[in-house]
């Protein structure tokens, strides 16, 4: 049974990026050893688009309100991309410590997260008939 997703981000400068994570965006690691940093993330949910060859994949964060996400995220000194709208979503770029990206957009779709397997010491209410 599949458990999780882990996603791999390339970076030049793995460390200032980490601390990105760790300290400007919140989120808990734990230490795999060495100071290699694995980080828990949001719920997530996976899409394939077509395309003439595979790979590059692509990392976004998703949030229920873009410009009060990029008020906060400013506060701490994050620089990010001007907005623009694409039929899926108002979207930003996040610029990392490295000179990378990572998208941040609110969605206009139908979203999968809350979708994902339930446990199964996870009890669910059912409705009476």
Not at 18 to 23: I, L
Not at 74 to 96: F, H, P
Request: charged share 25%; glycine share 10%.
């Amino acid at each position: 049974m599949i458990s999780g997703a882990h996603v791999i981000v390339y970076t030049k400068n793995a460390e200032a990026d980490r601390a990105f994570f760790r300290d400007v965006l919140g989120f808990k690691s734990v230490d795999a050893g060495h100071g290699w940093l694995i980080f828990a993330l949001p719920p997530g949910e996976a899409a394939f688009h077509p395309s003439e060859k595979n790979g590059p994949h692509e990392l976004y964060f998703m949030c229920d309100n873009l410009k009060s996400e990029m008020a906060a995220l400013a506060k701490k000194g994050v620089r990010y991309s001007a907005v623009y709208e694409e039929r899926w979503g108002s979207i930003t770029r996040i610029l990392l410590p490295s000179g990378g990206e990572i998208g941040l957009y609110q969605p206009k779709h139908s979203t999968a997260l809350g979708l994902g397997r339930k446990s199964k010491n996870r009890t669910t209410k059912r409705r009476a008939n």
